[in-house]
């Protein structure tokens, strides 16, 4: 190796002079059966040509994965011998003596590229129509942004599919490093890439289903207003005509699972309208459980449709409309926004309506939830199964079909749905793409090294099509689709150097870890495939690296790179048009409440974080939308507050008002920030609920998939920064008033004119601090001049005694008169002791919330705390020190008390520290009469179907959303049998973890420890 080495450096030392090609020894790319004939690298044009003899039956089913796996093989190769280049390409024969031709060349033939529009046309082209492209909405009002009337698909590599060589289904890649590349590329895509996409304004396509929730339901127009167990009702007003005449028809009521030929976009028929006063249609779900659900909505495009049809989605949170141009991208499901809805069938709650006011509306199917696989595969009609996994988890090639693909044209041309896959994700985007449409295409994946056993080789990496390199000025226009090189200098630049700022180890994969940019003949970005469009492939890391898989697993790596991608991306436009690249805001941040003397809250927060020169974290906000809940799960659209950092409403006196603030500016809106809580009274709060609990990293408990390692970051089951609604209603139900802050705001605020202070830690540990110093001195003075604390929190025993300085100790022991026994207890269970004996039951293993997974145990410091919650029955574990004396108060938990899966477990257990501290609800004369609704939330009812009289009497209401049960912990009638499922008290309940999972806070090596950063929400 070192005699190869020697060789390649003298003549890279020669080629400084005089441009030369070399020849590298051919040992280095031996594989079985396979012969490479000749390597040469011009050192010029960073051009490496391989030269290859095959057998013949290595032909025989030659296909994109073994030409890229090929590729692969020997690109991998030159970068580990350090070669600089930046082009590959693969020449074959079969004959020793014959001529070699380009590798692509023996890729079996497929059917012509064709756009939907020819298809439905007969084949004819469209005729170009400059009219604005279709631009979904999302809750918080109209997005505007620099990506508005661009059409982006995305591809998030690989996921479950049907190989029919193994016959039976099976991921694309393997473990590795703790995750498989199928899901975590899922995972970044749909919590990340896309929403920064929407929410720079942009039409995003998605070769996967982007929905995370497992539930589906799907209400046709032709299934009537009879409900019997059925997913739904639909319903209309005005002249409507069922359309019988279009040869391709709509969505029909399908029987799931489907084979592989089936369309069921397809299946059925569609209605139409002239839109007019009066006119709507209307369909209603029968939701299977509460929960946050994309809305897709499907039409027949046809001549003279609307370019602005109007869907109104009521949910939990409000009323949301949301414009769709009806003369786009038909026979498809149109995504129209993310929204939380609670179970059962209610139009006041669970319904989308459609109207117009001009032009024709068509009125075919409306999906709630990405649901579970549909699709049946095997080798025989009676070995036929479906993969058993969540739809966001299977690969494009059966999402294409159920998402109204062509077989044998946009999917399906392949025998084996693996090998199918690859070139299915772009033809079905050349299928997609309409003349409207200014659009590309951008795919996420992780890589993988030659050896098997190499977990060093690390680094970014981005790909375009085969094509031949000029002599020093880039790529030649041929191969690969004009603008693809642009592109993927853009978003490749811009990722390296946004990562950079999060882990300084993060670099280029290439000679020397420069260049990273590569073409090569990768059948995803293949031109002769996806016509339409410039096309990258992104490799974000190895996931088979020691250094890069630890990245990968970190969801604010996943936010920083797929945030940088979207800006590359930005910047490709703007560069094409010439004008400014303008990057949306990062999230509000350090939210705090204050209620009035007048029962009015006062929202205050601090501006985004804005890092110019180069703004990864995106340009300063202009403006803001506040939006509130009642219950913290569900948010309504929000009300546009200008460019200012607090706001006044008023709210009905002493029930729960949630808050979170979005920025915006001229590069669209931000993502959410945390959740911000109040109860207001008219005398002011009397307890203060703070968030600590910033944390979110790769060693936090996660979804593990079963009993494998392969870890999963379902980020509601890491962090989902809204904690409060755990808390804010158990405290509003025994009567109390409060205001909330996030920790960062503590140290500058008047803490003690609260009786008591709740203060949430949940999986904080030593990498982010429990307790800085500031915030051990404000409670240290708060506590000795008669406060009041409850604290809660997995690890602020493990950060402050264990591993803590002297000053973390002594607060810890001293001021919190607790003491750290172990790291975990092993346990999901508690039991309470004396006045605490009723109380018993289980918290989080990953259920339900998130998995407390190292809880700690816990003693009393002095003999003046005692243990009153233990994780055992033998009462060895502590699990909850209390101390009360003259001069002190103060109650700390070892697992998080918003885990908790009872409520009666948690409002009795708030009621006895209350009690302990002898603090009661103030009694408040409040005149119930001078009340006011804020004019921030939206008026419940339906402006679209205004003449509708049957919502005088809805008959349809059988499971009305205005339920007398709790809102903050909504449906806990389920813990009768032991308590371990809470449906009220999570995102996701579908989601399970492993609670055998090794990994501990020792292998947090998260850098980001910033100081007053705030936490804010990264996900949508």
């Not at 046809?302 to 991208?329: I, K, P, W």
């Amino acid at each position: 190796m070192k005699k190869i080495l020697a060789f390649i450096f003298v003549l890279f030392c020669f080629s400084a002079v005089f441009a030369v090609e070399f020849n590298i020894p051919l040992g280095n790319f031996e594989i079985k059966g396979i012969s490479v004939d000749r390597v040469v690298v011009n050192t010029e044009t960073k051009a490496a040509s391989f030269f290859v003899t095959v057998p013949e039956s290595y032909l025989n089913d030659f296909s994109d994965i073994k030409l890229e796996a090929l590729s692969r093989f020997y690109l991998n190769t030159l970068v580990s011998l350090n070669v600089d280049f930046r082009h590959l390409r693969v020449f074959l024969r079969t004959d020793e003596s014959g001529e070699y031709k380009d590798a692509a060349e023996f890729l079996p033939e497929e059917p012509p590229v064709i756009s939907k529009e020819e298809e439905e046309n007969g084949g004819a082209k469209p005729k170009t129509k400059k009219t604005r492209s279709l631009s979904p909405h999302v809750k918080h009002g109209n997005i505007t942004g620099t990506l508005s009337g661009k059409t982006i698909f995305v591809s998030a590599g690989h996921g479950w599919t049907y190989d029919t060589s193994k016959s039976k289904w099976d991921t694309q890649r393997y473990l590795s490093q703790g995750m498989v590349e199928d899901d975590s590329n899922a995972e970044i895509v749909s919590y990340f890439l896309i929403p920064y996409l929407q929410n720079a304004g942009a039409l995003v396509f998605s070769a996967r289903e982007r929905d995370r929730q497992g539930k589906m339901v799907i209400i046709d127009d032709a299934d009537g207003t009879t409900y019997e167990d059925s997913d739904g009702i639909y319903e209309e007003s005005g002249s409507w005509t069922k359309n019988t005449s279009d040869s391709f028809g709509g969505y029909g009521r399908t029987e799931y699972p489907i084979e592989r030929n089936f369309n069921p976009l397809k299946n059925g028929r569609f209605r139409e309208a002239t839109a007019a006063s009066g006119t709507w249609a209307r369909w209603t779900a029968n939701i299977p459980e509460d929960g946050y659900y994309h809305v897709y909505v499907s039409y027949r495009r046809l001549e003279g449709n609307t370019d602005a049809a109007l869907y109104t989605v009521r949910h939990a949170g409000g009323t949301s409309d949301v414009m769709v141009n009806q003369q786009h991208h038909g026979s498809t499901w149109i995504d129209i926004g993310r929204y939380y809805f609670r179970a059962g069938l209610s139009r006041e709650n669970g319904s989308v309506t459609l109207s117009g006011t001009s032009g024709k509306i068509v009125a075919d199917a409306v999906r709630f939830g990405g649901g579970m696989g549909v699709i049946k595969r095997g080798e025989s009609a009676a070995t036929l199964t479906v993969s058993g996994k969540p739809r966001w988890e299977e690969s494009a090639t059966h999402n294409i079909q159920f998402i109204g693909g062509t077989y044998g044209k946009t999917y399906g041309y392949m025998s084996n749905d693996r090998d199918d896959d690859v070139r299915a994700r772009p033809r079905w985007a050349a299928w997609e793409t309409e003349t409207v449409d200014d659009p590309l295409y951008i795919a996420f994946h992780s890589n993988a090294p030659v050896s098997a056993t190499d977990d060093t080789t690390s680094g970014l990496s981005t790909y375009i099509y085969s094509s031949t390199l000029n002599s020093g000025t880039g790529y030649q226009e041929g191969d690969q689709y004009p603008g693809s090189e642009k592109l993927a200098e853009f978003v490749h630049n811009r990722v390296l150097a946004a990562g950079k700022t999060f882990y300084s180890s993060y670099k280029a994969y290439g000679a020397n870890g420069k260049n990273g940019i590569y073409s090569a003949n990768l059948g995803e970005v293949n031109a002769s495939v996806n016509n339409k469009m410039p096309s990258i492939i992104v490799e974000l890391a190895f996931h088979t690296s020691k250094t890069d898989a630890p990245m990968l697993r970190n969801p604010k790596f996943r936010d920083i790179v797929s945030r940088a991608a979207y800006q590359g991306i930005v910047q490709y436009y703007a560069d094409e048009a010439k004008t400014e690249a303008v990057f949306l805001p990062e999230s509000p941040r350090n939210l705090r409440t204050k209620t009035n003397a007048n029962g009015s809250v006062t929202l205050f927060w601090d501006a985004p974080e804005s890092d110019a020169p180069n703004y990864y974290k995106g340009h300063p906000a202009t403006g803001y939308f506040v939006q509130t809940s009642t219950d913290g799960f569900a948010f309504n659209d929000g009300e546009d507050v200008g460019n200012v950092l607090e706001w006044t409403g008023n709210f009905e006196r002493n029930k729960p008002v949630y808050f979170r603030v979005v920025a915006y500016n001229a590069g669209g809106v931000s993502f959410p920030s945390a959740v911000a809580a109040a109860v207001p009274v008219k005398t002011g709060a009397q307890i203060l609920v703070v968030d600590g609990f910033e944390r979110i990293d790769n060693a936090m408990p996660r979804f593990n998939d079963g009993g494998s390692a392969n870890h999963r970051y379902i980020l509601e089951n890491v962090n989902s920064f809204d904690y409060a609604k755990y808390y804010v209603p158990l405290l509003s139900e025994l009567g109390y008033s409060l205001d909330f802050t996030q920790r960062t705001n503590v140290a500058g605020m008047d803490i003690s004119k609260y009786d008591m202070i709740v203060w949430f830690l949940g999986e904080q540990s030593t990498e982010d601090e429990t307790f800085n110093a500031d915030e051990q001195t404000k409670i240290d003075g708060y506590l000795n001049n008669g406060g009041a604390l409850f604290v809660s929190g997995a690890e602020i025993g493990w950060d402050l005694d264990h591993k803590g300085n002297a000053d973390d100790k002594a607060f810890f022991n001293e001021t919190l008169n607790a003491k750290y026994v172990d790291d975990k207890s092993g346990l999901y269970t508690f039991v309470g002791t004396d006045d605490l004996s009723a109380i018993s039951g289980f918290f989080d293993d990953g259920t339900s919330v998130y998995q407390a997974e190292y809880a700690d145990v816990l003693a009393p410091f002095d003999e003046t705390g005692e243990t009153v919650l233990f994780y055992d029955n033998a009462m060895t574990l502590g699990a909850g020190i209390l101390t009360k004396t003259d001069t002190k108060k103060v109650f700390v938990m070892g697992f998080p008390f918003e885990t908790i899966l009872k409520k009666d477990n948690k409002i009795n257990l708030l009621q006895f520290v209350l009690d302990e501290f002898e603090i009661t609800p103030k009694v408040v004369d409040d005149d119930s009469s001078d009340t006011t609704d804020s004019g921030s939330e939206d008026p419940d009812e339906d402006t679209a179907d205004s003449s509708d009289s049957a919502d005088s009497a809805d008959s349809a209401d059988t499971s009305d959303s205005s339920d007398t049960s709790d809102s903050g912990d909504t449906a806990d009638s389920g813990e009768g049998s032991g308590g371990k499922t809470d449906q009220g008290d999570t995102d996701d309940s579908g989601d399970t973890a492993d609670s055998g999972d090794s990994n501990s806070e020792n292998s947090d090596n998260s850098s980001d420890s910033d100081g007053k950063g705030g936490c804010s929400v990264i996900i949508l």
